[in-house]
T-cell receptor
Framework: NAGVTQTPKFQVLKTGQSMTLQCAQDMNHNSMYWYRQDPGMGLRLIYYSASEGTTDKGEVPNGYNVSRLNKREFSLRLESAAPSQTSVYFC????????????????FGAGSRLTVL | DAKTTQPTSMDCAEGRAANLPCNHSTISGNEYVYWYRQIHSQGPQYIIHGLKNNETNEMASLIITEDRKSSTLILPHATLRDTAVYYCIVRVVEYGNKLVFGAGTILRVKS
């Protein structure tokens, strides 16, 4: 049982290049999330997908696109990378409560470290 | 959004209890309090969560005040491996169940 798997673990890009970060979970979770973490700071939500077929913007969506390919997979794409997007990216998933007031526990992947030169 | 306030850093002696405080004075009645930790640059790890009552699991205990405006995470017997950044998070009750992470508390367990 792998949990949440992210690829690649490390990537170096030049300004203007594009790339896609992949995330897959094997826990049959409904919701998936992409966060970024800059040095010395907490995590900031980029995009999330509450259920298969839906995606929504989080706190810092500019410069990113996402695709919820199926229930297991949620990818994050940088169309034209900028140095400000140098960060560690974390994917997470959760079962999500049936009612909006229920508890929501996230399981995180190990992270993808991206450097944009 | 409900926000949390935590001390920037704390030290704890190995084998002693670590008590990490968190203020969440704007929490609403149906918002949960969650605690996660992050060791080095690994992905955050879930520790515990609660709504009104105190909670305990194999990792920690969570004490929530009666007015729900603050809580304390207790690691009963801290070890060196508990050195990490600890995040106190209040879930935002909206579509998508967004969790907002602050800067957290750096806990240093010392021998």
């Amino acid at each position: 049982n792998a949990g949440v798997t992210q690829t690649p673990k490390f990537q170096v890009l030049k300004t203007g290049q594009s790339m896609t970060l992949q995330c897959a979970q094997d826990m049959n979770h409904n919701s998936m999330y992409w966060y970024r973490q800059d040095p010395g700071m907490g995590l900031r939500l980029i995009y999330y997908s509450a259920s298969e077929g839906t995606t929504d913007k989080g706190e810092v969506p500019n410069g990113y696109n996402v695709s919820r390919l199926n229930k297991r997979e949620f990818s994050l794409r940088l169309e034209s990378a900028a140095p400000s997007q140098t960060s560690v990216y974390f994917c997470a998933s959760s079962e999500a409560p049936q009612e909006s007031s229920g508890a929501n526990v996230l399981t995180f992947g190990a992270g993808s470290r991206l450097t944009v030169l | 959004d409900a926000k949390t306030t935590q001390p920037t850093s704390m030290d704890c002696a190995e084998g002693r209890a670590a008590n990490l405080p968190c203020n969440h004075s704007t929490i609403s009645g149906n918002e949960y309090v969650y605690w996660y930790r992050q060791i080095h640059s690994q992905g955050p790890q879930y520790i515990i969560h609660g709504l009104k009552n105190n909670e305990t699991n194999e990792m920690a205990s969570l004490i929530i005040t009666e007015d729900r405006k603050s809580s304390t995470l207790i690691l009963p017997h801290a070890t060196l491996r508990d050195t990490a950044v600890y995040y106190c998070i209040v879930r935002v009750v909206e579509y998508g169940n967004k969790l907002v992470f602050g800067a957290g508390t750096i806990l240093r367990v010392k021998s």
